[in-house]
Every structure is written in C-alpha cells, then in structure tokens.
C-alpha cells in the first residue's frame, strides 16, 4: 500500500522533518512523458502529484498564440494517431482513445522551384525522385534498396547484420552521399527530418527506419492543436484521481540515506512520497535537483 494521502495543505512529520504533503509518487514536470507516467499510476492506484513549472502542460509538445495565430513548439504530428504505434497502445491502457480526434495530414515540402508531397505509399517517394531526377534514377534506386534493407535487419535485432554493422556509426549524409550527388535530390531526400540535427550528425539507421514507417503508418494532427494532446492527459489523470500543479517549480529532491523520499519547491512547499519520478532532463535532474 502506498502512504496516506493528505490533502494539500495539511502538514504531516517524518521522522524530525516538516511535510506539508504526502502523496505516494511525485512527478516532477508535466511533459507527455511525465503526464504518461502519472496517468498509468494513477489508473493503478496510486495517489500522484505531478508539478510543471509553465503554466500550461506538455513540454515541447505543447501550443501558444499570437496574434490570432497558433503555433506548436515542438511535436508537429504523431506517426500512427489512433491507428497504431506506441501512442496508440498508451491510449488504449489508459482507456482515452476518445479524448483526442486525429486528422490524417500529409506533408508538402516546398522549394523555390520545386515541391514534393508525402504519400502513405512507400514506392511513391523513389518512383517521383526518379522522376524528378532522372540523371540520378540508379543512384535513387540503389539507395532505398540499401534503406528498405536496414529497415528489415532492423527487425532482426539484436542479431546484427553485415549492413547494419557498416552504418551503425555513420550518419543519413554518409549514406546518401555513397549513391547520389544532386545537391537539390540531397536536400528532397533529408527534408522531412525536421526536428532533429543537421543529416550529416544523425544516424544512417534512424532515418532509414523513419523513411519506411512514417509513411506506412501516416501522419497524423489532433483537432484543435498539439496542445490537445497532453490537455487530454490532464483530463485522463484527473480522471483517476491524480493532481496537478502549474507553475511550481522544483528545487531539490529530498534524499535520505541516498533514498528519494520527496521535493521541495522554490516556494519552500515540502511533499514527502514514496517515489520521485522526474520527467525533467537527466542533466538537470542530477546536478541541479540533487547534485
């Protein structure tokens, strides 16, 4: 059994130190990591405070306005929506698949000149580069012959293949460089990794992997923005008897003989818990909330 829950505000001891709340888990930031987190335990139970220091939930998958205007931070879609993945799965456990309406989006990228459209086809984008380019067609198609390749040794991990062991510690740029040379073609084949580095610090199996299954899968947009996403989650967490608290930020984990046991917020409010969960950056998480 988890520690009795008191409501916020009332003071509790443990051993010679003051608390002024008990809650078996804190989660320390709501990102859709931490809100996922909290939302499972909280379904199974326990009695879960998450605490965000913005005032909105989500992290970078989150949405503000300006001007009549909405824009999303970070996440632009989500590969799978509804229909399958990990998201999927999670929406499914957490019994929440009606809390958020995906539309199917489909991407066009747009060069002064030219311009290429997403297809849920995986053939499409090598038939219309081919087309595009013809003086790069065998190059086009040796090389996604070489990334549908990596993508069936990847299934067959751990076991690793000859091919994954050549590009295992090279980048996308290494990779497209063996077999084209258009610097327009390069630009169209490496356009739609839109949140990560430059191709040339980004892994040859990633983006492989990614090329075959975003477009299997499809992309997919909540109605109403990103930041329905982890709202929905805040919902779903209420739900089950979870709390959450905006614009509190954490300054330390309390530890006991190296043991995790609560935080203290930079308002000087103390909550003991059983266990600490933060969705906080590692870097962040061990040197400025412990270290």
């Given at each position: 059994m988890g520690a009795p829950f008191l409501r916020r505000?009332?003071?509790v001891t443990k051993g010679?130190?003051?608390f002024d709340e008990e809650y078996d888990i804190v989660v320390i930031g709501a990102g859709i990591g931490?809100?996922?987190?909290?939302?499972?335990?909280?379904?199974?139970g326990k009695k879960v405070k998450v605490l965000e220091q913005h005032y909105a939930p989500g992290g970078c998958c989150t949405s503000f306005s300006r001007k009549g205007f909405r824009f999303d931070a970070g996440v632009l879609h989500l590969t799978g929506g509804k229909e399958s993945g990990a998201f999927q799965r999670v929406l499914s456990a957490l019994e929440m698949e009606g809390e958020i309406e995906f539309k199917e989006q489909f991407q066009r990228i747009v060069f002064p000149d030219l311009s290429l459209d997403s297809s849920r086809d995986v053939e499409y984008l090598p038939e219309r580069l081919k087309e595009m380019f013809p003086h790069e067609a065998e190059g086009i198609a040796r090389l996604f012959v070489t990334i549908g390749s990596i993508y069936e040794d990847i299934k067959k991990l751990p076991t690793l293949s000859p091919l994954l062991?050549?590009?295992?510690?090279?980048?996308?740029?290494?990779?497209?460089d063996n077999y084209i040379g258009d610097t327009k073609l390069k630009a169209l084949v490496t356009a739609n990794w839109h949140l990560w580095h430059p191709m040339w610090r980004n892994s040859a199996i990633d983006y492989?992997?990614?090329?075959?299954?975003?477009p299997l899968r499809?992309?997919?947009?909540?109605?109403?923005g990103?930041?329905?996403i982890p709202d929905a989650f805040v919902r779903v967490l209420k739900r089950y008897g979870g709390d959450i608290e905006f614009k509190t930020s954490v300054d330390k984990i309390i530890l006991e003989e190296g043991k995790a046991v609560g935080i203290e917020t930079r308002g000087g409010k103390r909550i003991w818990a059983e266990q600490v969960v933060s969705n906080a950056a590692a870097r962040c998480t061990f040197f400025n909330l412990i270290g």
């Open positions: 505000g009332a003071e010679n130190k003051r931490g809100l996922t987190c909290a939302a499972y335990l909280a379904k199974n062991a050549e590009y295992k510690e090279k980048s996308f740029q290494e990779l497209v492989a992997a990614m090329l075959i299954t975003e499809g992309y997919y947009y909540p109605m109403g990103i930041q329905a």
